[in-house]
């Protein structure tokens, strides 16, 4: 999965809007790339199942860490395939005792900490999560008939809210995919 788009940072009454290229290699890899203007990278980042890696190209440095810094990093519990499913716009649903509902055009499964909306046909289009930390919620919209995949993705937590929209997505089309940490970096 090749994803190409505008990437929106709202904090504490701050807006900043950035370009953001996933590359996404199924259970094996996701490479993402946010920039500036004029196609000058910021930040460049691969995850895999076992390990993190990220550039940041302004302060000249890098890290490496295990998969599970994800989640001090992001603040939030989730793993590797956790963030692929959201990414795919294709999150689980967890085996719980759900209540459900349903109008013309949703299902609605819903427990005291998890609720979802599922279309009728059968894509996720929001998740909501409760927890002791607040609640996040993430919304999968605008979906293009011709590939059941959308084309804004919005994550929502206490303080912060990201919102990407794609306006470039391809399948099935094999990208190389570079990651090279400069021997300068720190």
């Given amino acids: 999965l090749n994803l190409k788009g505008k990437l929106r940072l709202l904090q504490e009454n701050q807006e900043i809007t950035l370009n953001i290229t996933v590359k996404n290699k199924k259970d094996s890899i996701i490479w993402l790339s946010v920039g500036a203007?004029?196609?000058?990278?910021i930040i460049r980042a691969q995850l895999t199942p076992d390990s993190i890696y990220f550039?940041?190209?302004?302060?000249?440095?890098y890290l490496v860490?295990?998969?599970?810094?994800?989640?001090?990093?992001?603040?939030?519990?989730?793993?590797?395939?956790?963030?692929?499913?959201?990414?795919?716009?294709?999150?689980?649903?967890?085996?719980?005792?759900?209540?459900t509902e349903s109008n013309e055009s949703n299902y609605f499964?819903?427990?005291?900490?998890?609720?979802?909306v599922i279309s009728k046909?059968?894509?996720v289009q929001k998740i909501k999560i409760k927890d002791k930390k607040?609640?996040?919620?993430?919304?999968f919209h605008d979906f293009k008939e011709e590939q059941n995949f959308p084309t804004n993705i919005s994550l929502k937590s206490i303080n912060k809210e990201i919102k990407?929209?794609?306006?470039k997505i391809e399948f099935?089309?094999?990208?190389?995919?570079?990651?090279?940490?400069?021997?300068?970096?720190?």
């Fill in 37 to 41: 203007a004029l196609g000058i990278e």
């Fill in 55 to 61: 550039i940041n190209r302004t302060n000249k440095t």
């Fill in 65 to 99: 860490k295990k998969a599970s810094y994800i989640k001090e990093l992001i603040n939030l519990e989730l793993s590797f395939y956790d963030i692929q499913d959201i990414i795919t716009a294709n999150p689980k649903i967890l085996k719980k005792q759900y209540k």
């Fill in 109 to 116: 499964l819903y427990t005291d900490n998890y609720n979802y």
């Fill in 121 to 123: 046909n059968y894509r």
């Fill in 134 to 139: 607040g609640v996040t919620e993430f919304s």
């Fill in 164 to 167: 990407i929209n794609y306006s």
């Fill in 172 to 186: 099935n089309n094999p990208k190389k995919i570079t990651f090279q940490i400069p021997e300068s970096y720190a």
